[in-house]
């Protein structure tokens, strides 16, 4: 079941993302190199001891970039996040995921997030959370706290009164229906 597949005109794209595992040297480095860092690009440790993963691309072509695009892509977008990271590891593998991204609106690219319409198709009380795409590890709690205070009230006027630009997507999915 796919709820995108019921409703041809969600206002959102499926973006492919590709990151890097890299081991590093068993050397020790300072405590700095193995922190997490998200700006634009994300690095961040592994549950693996010495990995460390570097992400992602933004794809949108049906046929996804090499193993040495990726790692050119990303080496270029966040070597001065990680330079010692770069210098010093070796890329193990390419990991693959997709993720849902909004379209672009006069507020930039805002989550999907409410209830749905009535549709008999998926359930007469649904919920939505999407559209966060690269966004969604700094976004997820904030909307996630407020969807569930929603669900439990079992009304979203609060959510909608204080984030107006989170109905956004009412208007175009209700002109598909």
């Given at each position: 079941?796919?709820?995108?597949?019921?409703?041809?005109?969600?206002?959102?794209?499926?973006?492919?993302?590709?990151?890097?595992?890299?081991?590093?040297?068993?050397?020790?480095?300072?405590?700095?190199?193995?922190?997490?860092?998200?700006?634009?690009?994300?690095?961040?440790?592994?549950?693996?001891?010495?990995?460390?993963?570097?992400?992602?691309?933004?794809?949108?072509?049906?046929?996804?970039?090499?193993?040495?695009?990726?790692?050119?892509?990303?080496?270029?977008?966040?070597?001065?996040?990680?330079?010692?990271?770069?210098?010093?590891?070796?890329?193990?593998?390419?990991t693959t995921g997709w993720r849902v991204q909004s379209n672009r609106g006069g507020n930039g690219r805002s989550p999907i997030i409410g209830r749905l319409p009535s549709m008999e198709s998926i359930h007469n009380d649904a919920w939505v959370f999407t559209g966060l795409s690269s966004r969604g590890l700094i976004h997820h709690g904030v909307y996630g706290d407020l969807l569930t205070d929603a669900i439990l009230e079992e009304c979203e006027d609060g959510l909608l009164s204080a984030n107006k630009h989170v109905g956004w997507w009412r208007k175009k999915f209700n002109q598909a229906s």
């Open positions: 079941f796919n709820i995108f597949t019921c409703h041809e005109n969600w206002p959102v794209q499926i973006v492919r993302g590709q990151s890097i595992e890299i081991s590093i040297p068993n050397e020790t480095p300072s405590p700095n190199q193995l922190e997490a860092v998200l700006c634009g690009k994300y690095v961040t440790p592994l549950l693996e001891q010495n990995k460390m993963l570097i992400g992602a691309t933004r794809e949108f072509k049906a046929e996804p970039l090499t193993k040495d695009q990726v790692t050119e892509d990303l080496r270029e977008r966040s070597y001065d996040l990680a330079p010692w990271l770069w210098d010093n590891g070796t890329v193990d593998k390419v």
